[in-house]
């Protein structure tokens, strides 16, 4: 054999990656490992790696060594609050890689969706940053159509006197008059109502920073604007090429009344964490208040006098030295509310920190509800969105948007005290409820969990687990009754006392007591309550494309005893597609209240993978469609 020939040390790392024999490894002088390379070499300054060369090799034929580097790795995609997921990172003993198409992550942060993430992610083994479709919430034609939906179902279900105790917010309550102008319909009827010396805003559904966003004042302005976007929709090119067309756009009420903080305009970003979809953990964050350099006036074209996102001030010459004036802590306001308005506008004492903070869980708890069943959980999906309110003169709370990946830089005093707690917490809640959910563990009380509101938990929920998780299947209950959060929430919104609200709902939604005994997928043989029916999937029983209940060749009674038996009865092979239901649910409960306004016969069965019962978390969000609704099925990757 020829010799090989020796490749000098300083040009290791032009080369492509090679695999070196033990004895090449240690002639070549064990040079660190093109990964460990990367790794160290953008690092933050200050920050020193911890990486060690493998250790010397007894003998020469043992080819086998250890690799430089074991992880946990972490990728960050792109610059937003990069350098504080970084740091927390790190600080665990974590590894940063800079290959995206890497798949040994154990945590992913990008500021940009990809197909080939969410293909590729591993459930149950990966942190994964955005919820694939979270677009029904962080898109304004997204956020407009969940919400019209939900108050279109909601007042379709408040008909019946068997939901009077679930209490929701109207529309026009919070969210200013919005028209997508991607419809014809709703083209000519923002026509219908516009009037002149009115103002309205017109956004782009998926644009954030500002871009794109123009007034109307004028009829003159309305006429144009219909004109383009109507040549937009008969253009035969974006009929053949829809991923080329100009981006949607919405036209909203400008709300003309804002309350000014010493004359200037401004508005509160707080956020709405997901940290678990699996199940679904929602929390609430405090943020800060924005405002405007220049002091307010409605009839300025200047932008800037409109918006307060800092992408917005930064265009003004004034912004270097008055940026410290552009952000306020919620502190701050607070103090500025009560010492201006508490008085002359009749407010209770910390009106920022008591009433709007609840107005604000509010809305944000129905906006999630509004989508809840829609969204794509997997174990390892968490989410950070953005919620912009603001507060009229009259001290009514308006829901504004929300974004995805919410800005997280910290070049004020203001961001540099929130904007870390927030990115800190945010991680930590996703950390320990994914083990906890992987453990199938209590998820309450969270060690984590400081400054964020629990909004909603949906530990007690009838959630479908994947088949692929390695862990076992979490005992689950059947269950309508709302969650205590959303109860106290949304009952204090109509006026009702929170503890009475819940009180009432217990009362109607409180099953026997021998269904307090737990329930819940069936996994491994165990103990089955003697009254308890078990339920066998016909999959070709159909309504409205949801599976039907069962004939009577496929269900399999019981005896009834007149009491528990100290020793119940045990399932000796139980199907995979079984579920023990412990006691029958009531035929007053609102699970059958539910199904029957859709006249559906209400399900008495249950299936692992095949069938979901409709509860109400899952009822108030589905559409009503005259086609029929196909058979619930897992998220599948994009």
């Known amino acids: 054999m020829a010799s090989e020939k020796k490749i000098p040390e300083g040009k290791m790392r032009k080369l492509r990656p090679r695999i070196l024999t033990s004895a090449q490894w240690k ?25 060690s060369s493998p250790p010397e090799e007894p003998n020469q034929g043992e080819k086998k060594f250890l690799p430089p580097t074991q992880g946990p790795f972490f990728y960050i995609g792109g610059t937003n609050g990069a350098v504080l997921i970084s740091s927390y990172c790190l600080s665990k003993g974590w590894q940063r890689i800079h290959d995206n198409r890497r798949e040994d992550y154990k945590l992913k942060w990008c500021e940009t969706k990809r197909r080939d993430t969410y293909y590729s992610f591993r459930e149950g083994e990966q942190l994964l940053y955005q919820i694939p479709n979270n677009k029904l919430l962080t898109t304004k034609i997204g956020l407009l159509n969940a919400l019209r939906e939900y108050t279109r179902v909601m007042n379709k279900i408040s ?4 939901a009077a105790h679930i209490k929701v917010l109207k529309m026009e309550d919070f969210f200013p008059e919005t028209y997508r102008l991607d419809l014809k319909e709703e083209r000519e009827s923002f026509i219908t109502v516009f009037h002149d010396e009115e103002i309205w805003i017109c956004k782009p559904t998926a644009s954030n920073q500002g871009k794109g966003i123009f007034l109307i004042r004028t009829q003159e302005e309305v006429i144009s604007l219909q004109a ?61 208040a924005r405002l405007t350099l220049s002091l307010y006036d409605p009839k300025t074209k200047d932008l800037a006098g409109h918006l307060t ?24 306001l607070n103090k500025h509310i009560n010492e201006k308005f508490r008085r002359a506008k009749g407010l209770p004492k910390d009106w920022v920190l008591t009433t709007f903070t609840k107005r604000m869980q509010q809305i944000m708890l129905q906006c999630f509800l509004a989508v809840k069943a829609k969204l794509e959980c997997k174990l390892g999906y968490f989410d950070l969105i953005g919620c912009d309110f603001l507060i009229d003169e009259n001290f009514k709370v308006w829901l504004l948007e929300m974004n995805s990946n919410p800005a997280l830089h910290t070049n004020c005093e203001v961001l540099k005290d929130v904007v870390p707690k927030v990115v800190h917490e945010t991680l930590d809640l996703a950390l320990e409820t994914f083990h906890k959910s992987l453990r199938t563990e209590k998820m309450l009380p969270l060690l984590s969990q400081r400054n964020f509101v629990l909004l909603h938990s949906g530990e ?12 076992p299947i979490r005992p689950l209950r059947l269950s309508c009754e709302p969650s205590y959060q959303a109860v106290n929430l949304l009952s204090s919104a109509a006026g009702s006392s929170p503890t009475k609200a819940a009180d009432r709902s217990s009362k109607k939604l409180e099953p026997p007591r021998a269904s307090q005994k737990p329930m819940g997928l069936l996994g491994p ?3 089955i309550h003697p009254k308890s029916t078990l339920h066998f999937l016909n999959p070709s029983s159909t309504v409205k494309g949801q599976p039907q209940a069962p004939s009577q060749e496929y269900l399999q009674t019981q005896a009834p005893h007149s009491t528990l038996s100290e020793e119940p009865e045990v399932c000796p092979h139980p199907p995979s597609h079984m ?30 993978d095949l069938f979901l019962p409709l509860y109400p978390s899952r009822m108030l969000s589905l559409s009503f469609p005259s086609e029929p609704i196909p058979p619930l099925q897992y998220p599948q990757p994009f």
């Open 27 to 51: 002639r070549n002088g064990a040079p660190a490992h093109p990964e460990t390379q990367a790794v160290t070499k953008t690092e933050a300054p200050g920050i020193q790696a911890n990486h």
């Open 159 to 162: 008909r019946s006197p068997t």
């Open 228 to 288: 383009k976007m109507q040549s937009i929709a008969d253009d035969p090119t974006y009929k053949k090429i829809p991923f080329k067309a100009p981006q949607a756009r919405v036209i909203q009420r400008y709300i003309h009344n804002p309350l000014l903080l010493d004359g200037k305009k401004f508005d509160v970003r707080s956020y709405l964490l997901i940290a678990c979809a699996m199940p679904y953990m929602v929390f609430f964050g405090h943020g800060y």
């Open 309 to 332: 996102n800092q992408f917005m001030q930064k265009k003004s010459p004034l912004y270097v030295l008055l940026k410290e004036e552009t952000v306020w802590s919620m502190d701050r």
């Open 460 to 471: 007690d929920e009838l959630w479908p687990r994947s088949i692929r998780l390695r862990s």
């Open 525 to 527: 043989p165990g103990p």
């Open 579 to 608: 579920l023990t239901l412990l006691q029958p649910l009531p035929s007053n409960s609102s699970d059958f209240w539910f199904q029957g306004a859709l006249e559906m016969e209400p399900p008495v069965m249950a299936s692992n």
